[in-house]
């Protein structure tokens, strides 16, 4: 198999780097160029010093479409539109978008959560990558919808590392502040419900339920953390065989049968489950991290499934553990 | 104001360690002994060796009780009744308990939680400490329940720091592990939630809803933070205000008209709240340091109060901040 | 005794946090008023949110310089000279710097290190506070210079916690970057080294020796954390001596006979010594709070010794232990 | 090429997990068994529970000899001997060994620092792998020591991440204790300094200057920081230059011409090194991953120098990088 022709569109950020990170060791990938208005004509080892001795490319500011087979677009939420707008791409390119510009499915996108759209995705050339809250979310709820089984208000809380936001400057990102600290944001109103809502209604289009969302800063820097329960009148056994019939060509989402914790999913392209049934709920929890299955991992687990590729290429990562 | 003579019993842990860091300089207790079987003969800087410079005091395996006007237990749970049982103190020697086996108020010991029990404490003798998870739930909660504003489940989580877990050894507290890391323990089925209802009995002994408690090992050593909600039928504004006079005479206890954060609360004996309403549920934040509100402080807190002294004596502590 | 009429300028920043802590329970000391330009007729718990409960102080962008007497500066270094010119206060208000700015001891100020200067700063009305790492360092050395020990290089690791860099937002204090990381800056060039020697002087105006020093930056947000040796032809016993007879009359600053770790000084204005004699070096770890001892402690504990205060006041505080 | 059949003695704790993480996806091994006495029969991911998805193997406690053409030992420091005696080999399987037993090349190990010792380990059956200090520290200086350019005491700082020490607990892993803690130990007589003695000795056998070691036990997991300097006369330029040159093969050491931080060698194979001239001394940092330069990753590169391959097969890991 010749190597895809592939660019990055917004490089010198947090998910523009895992891109880089993973896709110079992606056995059938070619990285044309990595675009960065801001760090132009610098060496990407510049902005990603950690990839000294993997990598002599350079940023450039210059958008080519000719020739490009796949492009990830990691640009700021918002401006996809008019970046693709000015740089319309050939109608055959395969195009992954970063952003939550997207994710209502508008302009031909695909909603690229593999373990729901797998067939989508097979035939998109444009896709549109999860949220990372919504991705540890979705998984965990997913066959429940599916099944039917709720019916009254889900109640979630998640624990979001740093990176999530972003590499720009933040009081709530300062590490004098962050450290040792915890505090909620966005509650029952984050932007990722909406997203949520949509694939539950696509599973279960008579789904309304609430999903009641409080999501937390956490004191790491990878990961995101979800704890999902709601009334439930099946045994526990019932529910763990649900979802391991419903994963089970899932390439990495893996139902527990012990304990988890989130490290186990930090630095891996995994979503890591665990179900329990207690006082009457059934609780899911999940753990994925949120710059890999949470963004750039999943981003390329899309690309291997839109150009056939088995879900595993250039993803067998080794977790943090520690 | 002559000085009472006051006991540590299990002055080696945690909890002792924080009793003995604030009764040091407070002004109106002098330390008459400290006891600790496994640290017998060692100055008191051997386990605590911030406190260099600060006290010469040596560990006893002696307990004396003659004497002695104030003693504080903190021994590991369910050994406090054989300690008293071999360890018969005088009538009059006032007994704060930072252990659980009395907090069901059995052998006339009075539940310290000074929010609540204000006037009690102010006549006890025996004085059971609250738990930290449940002062943080209970002043979360208290005004809402003694409004009769609860008629659906609370759903609560809340996520504590490392020192709940104590000074022993464990694969949970394990740097390696722990740093960076997220997990969930004794789903719904915490054993501080008995001594909530308890409390939630006894401001409204018609309550009778379900306490969904979702306890998490947090990523920090020193802090609890509670998201309580429920759903709620009167406005914010409402709510601030009943919670406000609710408080009105509380000394440590504050609610915040801004966001608030775990380390404001870390340090000090303070429970700072924070009040919204969102969605047609009512939600209360509390953040207090699980050592001090949660512990020690709030133990010498019902010193004060039992011994007539203003609440804050030996308690205006400055917080960590960052 | 009255209380003395202080005022701080520069109050929203970390070190002037500091200050309001510790001075809203300073029994000697009433805040006249909060200065800073950003904050302006916003509540100081605007800024400072742990503070709520304890003051309803609210900042202010007058410069009152009438009945004032004593004011401390928190403004950025390279601030302080053309404030004073433009608000000055009268002669006998004392001035308690916290910049950088007359370190050198220019236009009348004292260099505030109590344990080598404490006449000067009892009679002093201008005070230059010292920075950070040089209180650690200079704590760690004095003996040895005053006895003349110090013939060849000495060699200096020191590490600081994010406070050291301020409030202000910046790449190395972002969380993302700074969690579970390490680096090195300034290396042997740190602007505090010159504040230093000139200690190091005034102790052995003989001395000539380099001081070779390697800041790093630390995975925490509080605390100073130095290892300083030097060929040293005595022995530990000797030198322990030594430092016990020349800190013995100091309020803060101890020598531990046991190894010491940096947690015990942090949120205390202690600086806790350990010595160690080893391969024909002798070898001195020093461990401070860097806005305490290293800033807005030592600051007050300047201004007890300048009024004729014990030390002590208002600085018995609760170290964070864990 | 057909696979290795490869066994790990030792595979329930830290080193034996990431030679787990790696070896599962190594293209040319095939893991025969993992040995473990305490796990026996359960599956690995009871220990290791991020492998989740990625293997089914379970422990085993039999060793079996026959067949094995390479083994890791990951056993406690002392224990490899007598493992080995008890259960020999034959004489043609590769044993490497993670442990200092045989770090003194006795019983015909070869020393296995593959920048020094390339052509030893590509002819060796029995490899003794460098300890996590002795290798940061021995790449730090290997150019300097082959060029004869230390004529003087070395100065070295270096801080260690808490999994060096192991899964076992200990009062000074404990996260309640580490955690935002800095601390020194074994001052100037650790035990790696033997090895790299031993290796500057090979590098210029006249070399005969003290190392004098510093070690911190850092508030991070992973990763070792070290800084070294000794008295230079030559250029920054030509220092560089030389580090170049003596590294211009290595496959995973790296000068970058940047500052470096630590956390762009955590989670990697590599050590990234970063060269400095001030004060007439010659500065230089290295920064690796503790559990993989310094345990396994280089274990595992010694693996493939000894059966041919290339020394990246197996370990192109994605940094952690945030």
Redesign the interface.
């Known amino acids: 198999m010749t190597k895809i022709k592939t660019a990055i569109i917004g490089g010198a950020g947090?998910t523009g780097?895992?891109l880089l990170?993973?896709l110079i060791?992606h056995p059938h990938v070619e990285i044309a160029y990595v675009h960065s208005n801001s760090q132009k004509d610098k060496p990407i080892?510049?902005s990603?010093?950690?990839?000294?001795?993997?990598t002599e490319l350079v940023f450039t500011d210059i958008v080519q479409t000719e020739g490009i087979q796949a492009v990830f677009l990691a640009l700021p939420h918002g401006e996809t539109k008019s970046f693709l707008d000015k740089n319309p791409f050939a109608e055959d390119t395969l195009i992954i978008d970063l952003s939550a510009d997207f994710r209502d499915k508008s302009h031909g996108f695909v909603y690229g959560l593999p373990e729901i759209n797998l067939e989508a995705i097979q035939n998109a050339n444009k896709i549109a990558n999860p949220g990372c809250f919504a991705t540890g979310i979705q998984l965990a709820l997913a066959p429940s919808i599916a099944k039917g089984w709720v019916k009254d208000a889900i109640?979630v809380?998640g624990?979001t590392?740093?990176?999530g936001a972003g590499?720009k400057?933040?009081?709530t990102?300062?590490?004098?502040?962050?450290?040792?600290?915890?505090?909620?944001?966005k509650?029952?109103?984050h932007q990722h419900l909406k997203e949520i809502k949509q694939t539950f209604k696509q599973l279960d289009p008579s789904f309304n339920q609430?999903v009641?969302f409080?999501p937390?800063r956490?004191?790491?820097?990878?990961?995101i953390?979800i704890?999902a329960?709601f009334p439930f009148e099946g045994s526990e056994e019932e529910a763990v065989k649900a979802y391991q019939e419903f994963y089970k060509d899932a390439a990495?989402t893996?139902i527990?049968s012990?304990?988890?914790?989130?490290?186990?999913?930090?630095?891996?392209n995994?979503c890591?489950l665990h179900i329990?049934k207690?006082?009457g709920?059934l609780?899911i929890?999940s753990a994925i991290d949120n710059?890999l299955k949470g963004a750039s991992g999943q981003a390329i687990q899309n690309l291997n499934i839109a150009i056939g590729l088995p879900q595993h290429t250039g993803l067998?990562?080794?977790?943090?553990?520690?």
Chains 1, 2, 3, 4 share one sequence.
């Open positions: 947090y780097g895992e990170r993973l060791h080892t510049h990603h010093p950690d990839l000294i001795g993997e109640h809380s624990i590392g740093s990176t590499k400057l933040a009081d990102s300062h590490f004098s502040y962050r450290t040792g600290n915890f505090s909620v944001y509650l029952f109103t609430e009641l409080v937390y956490g004191n790491f820097t990878r990961g953390w704890t329960y990495f893996f527990s012990q304990d988890i914790d989130l490290k186990q999913a930090v630095n891996t995994k890591i329990q207690e006082a709920m609780i929890y710059l067998q990562l080794k977790s943090i553990a520690f």
